[in-house]
């Protein structure tokens, strides 16, 4: 099938999918090489949605730097959601890169993120629909190199059989290190073993070929050894020079909203806190931190390129950035003014200053987050959370004080030696926190409570743990949820306890979770981590029918026997885990990286040269802005007039508002905005376009302290926005002019009679009439036979035969809207004709 018929039938089936406008690509900042030029093409698969995946600063990171390559080209792939795969399979399509919508099969290399258990079902998807063998054994040397890398990658085996390699650690320099040796490999060999062999001597990659398992003593899991000279173990990779490593600034502008849809900055890698039942302490050690001037610099570079309103510092514990409260205060500074906000993740409550509260919420507030993880003292000291009530009643009063009303905190329940008083202490601290908001605002503030059960991961001091019954863990979210169900502002989301146990399984699990986990991917297994696809009945019988006993996965951990992640390396030693675990079951803290010296902790082997102290005088200029125009005393009122055409058919009307905001910014228009909490840009546009559908003179209106040129506004304007739209004209409009709604009079549509469809649908009458004549004819005859009993609201409808198009006229009121594709499906009895519609011209009065 050529490239132009597949990319039309894919165009074709988007009207029959949710959300069409995960599958177009034509993002801003999207790179767009030519394949033909490329030595090596690079899939980045993301096992879950696009607007999760989109979120993800690690594929952002390795798609700029890929593509930086002047020999190496990188496009994204997302899971599809059930209803695209559907109409894939329907269709016979293979799925396709974003970019150049490439079939993933005419890749070099398929490299996954993989972040999170519950999303293993998706890959078996992902490579099925990309034509690509599930199993690494049944590859050939036409086939992609299929690889993976992510904090899951920390326990490889239960997905080793359906993977060529695995990249342990940091991936900055390791990738860029495996496609260049790939490369020079393919230029003299094409036998894939001899390959994968070259590539094991990569440090920090690990090829599950090479390695066998077997059953070690005093074990029930499989644990793995090597076949003739692999190495015995696999050291993670760890970016040494991070104060300053690679940060994209033009990252990708997604066209339609994403769960975390702002500029985020990694400030530190790493995590010094040393919790107990966190895996991320091990896999992302050691602690690392990025110069605050780099931070500072690189932000303000990013909203330039992207226009974005919302900005965020991140880190596992973004408190303990030592630089986080000069950071802000430089940063609010410029961004106050901007209307951007900032945000932080994953607070702790210690050291959260009142100046920081205050500084972050200057432009909008939205949800404060603390996490205890425990309700009470004894038990936070047990998984080593350094945090003391008074710490948590500190940070919740400075939130109250500042106007916050909504408090967001997690808790996590099944924890090791968790006793019933722990439970309660959860609802007692939930009930001081209700009484101290009160008392500083007069009303109870709005608490969600997130509520996960404890899952014992590789790599921690409670890896040898056993999870906790699901019987027990569900008696205890039944006690939090009745004992907070009197108190109306308190929200508790748990998390299911079913989908806990199946993490836990392939959190700690072993090759034999291959064969179930294709089985249930072959009977609907999809999105494990969405409440609303997760089949736990499926899952259930999958082990059953593979005899595979998933509560072996669940069970306390012989101390001294071998385990199936053993073989993977994280500098964090086993005798420093064993240490931890003991110091635990005493309930003792043990201090953080950053109140004991390395000297004397000896947990991590990567020596104390890791550079974390910097000037904290931040050197970087405040950005100057240059709006378009001239500024004036006297407020300006605008209307533009624009075209939302190809791939920008498939953005939602909200979704348009914000990117025709982040465009304005981009270009240097600067419009009014809104006050509040909130602030945004205001923007008033015509009746939104139906999903799909071409609108060739669409319009919006928006004021400015700015006197703005016509011909420089639709020119700036033209160069920052993603393919698709266009702008056409800007015209000033009186002070006391009528609202742009009650200003429209009619709307014009066009529906094409060349399109496939609609000759099929005329086919059929020609057909079931025995009616002769060409297309226009038919059509002019169908449409008279409706205009005898039109809709009032119906103006016209003509045949414009210069064309071969039906022209349709509708007057406007905002109190009763006609949809034009109502009136083609009765006319032409015609489903889905958005897409080969367009809306041609708005008439005002």
Not at 282 to 304: I, N, T
Not at 712 to 728: H, T
Request: glycine share 6%; charged share 25%; proline share 6%.
């Amino acid at each position: 099938m050529s490239d132009i018929r597949t990319r039309n039938l894919l165009e074709k089936i988007l009207p029959a999918v949710k959300k069409p406008g995960r599958y177009t690509g034509a993002e801003w900042n999207e790179v767009r090489k030519d394949p033909a030029l490329a030595k090596i093409k690079v899939a980045l698969a993301f096992p879950d949605v696009y607007e999760i995946g989109m979120s993800y600063l690690g594929q952002k990171i390795l798609y700029s730097l890929i593509n930086a390559h002047p020999s190496f080209l990188a496009e994204r792939v997302f899971a599809p959601w059930p209803d695209f795969e559907q109409e894939l399979r329907k269709h016979r399509l293979p799925l396709r890169s974003l970019e150049n919508g490439i079939p993933l099969a005419d890749f070099d290399i398929l490299g996954f993120s993989l972040l999170y258990e519950l999303n293993y079902s998706n890959i078996l998807t992902i490579l099925d629909l990309g034509g690509i063998p599930l199993r690494a054994r049944d590859r050939e040397p036409r086939h992609p190199l299929v690889i993976a890398g992510g904090p899951a990658v920390f326990n490889p085996e239960p997905v080793a059989g359906f993977f060529d390699l695995f990249l342990v650690g940091d991936g900055e320099e390791a990738f860029l290190e495996i496609i260049e040796k790939y490369s020079e490999l393919k230029s003299w060999t094409s036998n894939r073993e001899d390959i994968l062999k070259e590539l094991a001597g990569i440090p920090g990659v690990y090829v599950p070929s090479l390695y066998e398992p077997y059953l070690p003593a005093g074990s029930s899991l499989l644990a793995v050894k090597p076949k003739n000279a692999a190495p015995a173990a696999v050291r993670k990779r760890v970016l040494r020079s991070f104060s300053r490593s690679y940060f994209p600034e033009n990252i990708i502008v997604p066209n339609i909203q994403v769960v975390f849809d702002r500029v985020a900055i990694e400030v530190a890698r790493g995590c010094p806190e040393k919790c107990r039942f966190c895996q991320a302490t091990s896999l992302y050690a050691p602690f690392r931190v990025k110069d605050p001037s780099f931070v500072v610099e690189k932000l303000f570079q990013s909203l330039r390129a992207t226009g974005y309103e919302d900005a965020s510092l991140f880190s596992l514990s973004v408190s303990d950035y030592p630089y986080l409260g000069e950071t802000i205060k430089t940063l609010m500074e410029s961004l106050e003014k901007d209307h951007v906000s900032l945000s932080l993740s994953s607070l702790r409550p210690k050291g959260l200053s009142a100046d920081i509260v205050r500084n972050i919420i200057k432009v909008r507030k939205t949800g404060f987050t603390l996490v205890p993880e425990a309700g009470s003292e004894r038990l936070r000291c047990v998984i080593n959370k350094s945090l003391t009530d008074r710490d948590i009643w500190d940070a919740a009063a400075n939130a109250f004080r500042e106007g916050w009303k909504l408090l967001k905190l997690y808790f996590m329940i099944g924890l090791p030696t968790e006793r019933e008083e722990d439970i309660r202490e959860i609802i007692t601290l939930i009930e001081k926190m209700t009484a101290l908001g009160r008392e500083i605002l007069s009303s109870p503030p709005r608490i969600n409570i997130g509520l996960s059960s404890f899952i014992p991961k590789p790599h921690t001091p409670f890896q040898w743990a056993a999870m906790e019954d699901e019987r027990l863990l569900f008696e205890k979210q039944l006690i939090i949820k009745r004992s907070l169900k009197r108190m109306g502002h308190v929200q508790i989301k748990a998390q299911p306890i079913e989908s806990s146990i199946l993490e836990a399984v392939f959190s700690r699990g072993d090759r034999r979770l291959a064969d179930v986990l294709e089985r249930a991917w072959s009977k609907g297994a999809r999105f494990d981590s969405w409440r609303d696809h997760f089949q736990w009945k499926n899952w259930i019988e999958t082990f059953e029918e593979t005899g595979v006993d998933p509560n072996v996965y669940r069970r306390e951990l012989d101390r001294q026997a071998a385990l199936p992640w053993d073989h993977i390396e994280t500098g964090i030693g086993k005798r420093f885990l064993l240490d931890e675990l003991g110091r635990a079951l005493r309930a003792e803290n043990s201090p953080s990286c950053l109140e004991t010296s390395c000297g004397q902790c000896r947990g991590c082997d990567f020596g104390a040269d890791i550079e974390r102290e910097f000037n904290e005088k931040i050197n970087v200029g405040h950005p100057q802005k240059s709006f378009l125009g001239q500024k004036t005393e006297s407020v300006h009122r605008y209307q533009v007039f624009y075209a939302k055409q190809g791939p920008s058919r498939f953005i939602s009307h909200n979704d348009l508002f914000n990117i025709l905001q982040r465009s304005f910014k981009r270009a240097g228009v600067d419009a009014l905005y809104s006050k509040g909490f909130h602030p945004k840009m205001q923007m008033s546009l015509v009746p939104a376009l139906p999903l799909g559908m071409t609108g060739n003179e669409e319009s919006f209106e928006f004021k400015s302290f700015y006197d703005l040129d016509e011909k420089d506004f639709v020119s700036g304007l033209n160069r920052n926005v993603p393919p698709g739209i266009r702008f056409l004209e800007l015209k000033k409009i009186g002070a006391g002019a009528p609202s742009l709604t009650e200003r429209i009079a009619a709307m014009v549509y066009a529906l094409d009679l060349n399109a496939e469809d609609i000759k099929k649908a005329l086919d059929r009458w020609r057909e079931e009439k025995q009616w002769t004549g060409n297309d226009a004819e038919i059509a002019a005859i169908l449409v008279r036979d409706y205009l005898t009993a039109k809709p009032e609201l119906v103006k016209e409808i003509a045949i414009d035969r210069a064309s071969n198009r039906v022209i349709i006229h509708i007057a406007f009121t905002p109190q009763k809207l006609l949809r034009p594709q109502d009136i083609v499906k009765h006319i032409f009895g015609l489903e889905h004709a958005v897409y080969i519609m367009s809306r041609e011209k708005i008439f005002y009065k």
